[in-house]
């Protein structure tokens, strides 16, 4: 499969994109975040859930907006797509390969999670630092070009130290985590939540990973930046539901929505 040639039809299904000049970040809201597209100013916005046969799942919409923060073009992608739609990780993709049509070099991944770290509490922020993908699909299964990726720097590692002061200037913790990226959508039972914290992992959700993969590939620096809604099983005595996630991540959209400016205004260029 020829990515640039799938580009090309992503731009030829949502004609309007054509007309968009071209951005230098995208950003991925996870689960509940897309209240925050309401407190910051807004450009153009595109439905592109026709180039995908699976309907958006609740706290997700399947829209990219541009705005203008920090005095650059931000594409914003208002929800994903998940594994356990029945779709493989290259479809599941589809916003990062967006934005990579849309000239993109930097995106950032925001996604909810469950904690295994006793340290992460719900409501704190974790920058990623490296994952452990075990969904089962890698989304550059059956692509050409150079798809052996080296992954040892995946994700941007140096945000922490600066964006580190300005979640505690917002009274927020932002930790750096391992991410565990599994299919769902059931949530894990106890037994693979202490398999999940023997191998290493901090976080587990059901997304991030393969987009983080696809957007190394496509050339993009990449950052992972996930909320802690809810200890993972067995760490609480309390069931997990969806509407927690949804619940913590509304909670948390508003701080995000402030504190986002700042964030891109200071993630360094991308050397050419």
């Known amino acids: 499969m020829s990515v640039p040639a799938a580009d090309q039809e992503l731009v030829c ?3 309007e994109l054509a007309h968009w000049p071209r951005c230098d970040l995208a950003v991925v809201l996870g689960s509940g975040f897309a209240p925050l597209l309401e407190q910051l100013p807004l450009e153009a916005c595109c439905d592109y859930s026709h180039l995908t046969p699976v309907s958006a799942v609740a706290g997700h919409r399947l829209e990219v907006v541009r705005t ?21 990780a290259w479809q599941a993709g589809l916003p990062v390969r967006l934005a990579a049509a849309l000239g993109c070099r930097r ?14 509490a719900p409501g704190d922020f974790a920058l990623i630092r490296d994952h452990i993908n075990l969904q089962g699909d890698n989304p550059l299964r059956g692509l050409t070009g150079d798809i052996f990726v080296d992954l ?25 985590a391992v991410l565990a990226a599994v299919t769902g959508p059931s949530y894990e039972t106890a037994a693979e939540v202490r398999f999940l914290r023997a191998a290493g992992a901090d976080l587990v959700s059901m997304s991030l990973a393969g987009e983080a993969i696809l957007a190394r590939y496509l050339g993009m620096e990449v950052a992972g930046l996930s909320l802690a809604t809810n200890p993972a099983t067995g760490l609480t005595p309390q069931p997990l539901a969806h509407a927690e996630v949804l619940d913590w991540a509304g909670r948390r959209a508003s701080a995000l929505a402030r504190l986002l400016p700042q964030l891109l205004a200071c993630w360094p ?4």
Do not use: K, M
Request: aromatic content about 8%; proline content about 4%.
């Open 13 to 15: 299904g949502c004609p």
């Open 68 to 88: 203008r923060l920090a005095g650059r073009q931000v594409a914003l992608f208002a929800g994903r797509l998940h594994l356990y739609q029945g779709l493989t």
């Open 107 to 120: 995106i950032l991944l925001t996604n909810a999670c469950g904690a295994l770290s006793s340290a992460i």
């Open 152 to 176: 040892s720097q995946l994700y941007c590692q140096e945000l922490h130290a600066i964006w580190q002061p300005l979640f505690a200037a917002a009274g927020l913790q932002l930790h750096q």
């Open 269 to 272: 260029e991308p050397s050419a």
